[in-house]
């Protein structure tokens, strides 16, 4: 079985606890809690090394996870933490935590978009950008604004495979491929001679 499927398998297993142990706001507090660890396995290269080192006995880690989150994320989610950790899985926690958002995202009925923007825009158009998105794809739209100079103007958006791009760069490509293939006719050729 490949780390995808086996991070999608845990994903799923934590997210039936937390259905099974609460509400929406519970999964939604173990997603939050997944990215913290998550979020401090990438920026402290010593913790995910000390948690994916063979040399550091199970039990270690497991102390050392109690001792880190015991209070501060809920203890479902803290027995699942040290379970990874029991079947060496936690390599993949990054994996999973992605997996994780993707589910509870589908059973949201929700999508992220990515929306680069030239210039920053006032919360009015950002609204207004999520509103349109929204009626588009049917969904809740999780939007990501961000400035891209490079577009000129317009905006270019991504959600998931799906591109949407409305930039004054596409349309300045565009245009300029229908003119180059535009055929003149034979007197006007002539007369640019």
Request: net charge positive; hydrophobic share 45%; proline share 5%.
């Amino acid at each position: 079985m490949g780390p995808s499927i086996i991070a999608r398998n845990y994903a799923e297993t934590l997210l039936e606890l937390a259905h099974r142990h609460g509400d929406a706001g519970t999964v939604e507090a173990f997603g939050r809690a997944l990215d913290v660890v998550v979020e401090l396995l990438r920026r402290e290269p010593r913790v995910r090394e000390f948690l994916e080192t063979p040399r550091v006995e199970t039990a270690a880690k497991q102390r050392a996870l109690r001792t880190s989150f015991q209070g501060r994320v809920p203890d479902v989610f803290l027995r699942f933490l040290l379970v990874v950790v029991e079947k060496r899985r936690q390599a993949l926690l990054p994996q999973i935590a992605r997996e994780y958002q993707a589910l509870v995202d589908v059973s949201l009925n929700r999508v992220r978009a990515d929306v680069a923007l030239a210039r920053p825009a006032d919360p009015e158009l950002q609204r207004e950008i999520v509103r349109v998105l929204e009626r588009q794809v049917g969904k809740t739209v999780l939007p990501n604004f961000h400035v891209e100079p490079a577009l000129l103007g317009g905006l270019l958006v991504r959600i998931g495979d799906r591109v949407l791009d409305g930039s004054l760069r596409h349309r300045f490509a565009s245009l300029r491929r229908r003119l180059l293939a535009t055929r003149l006719p034979a007197a006007a050729a002539a007369r640019e001679l």
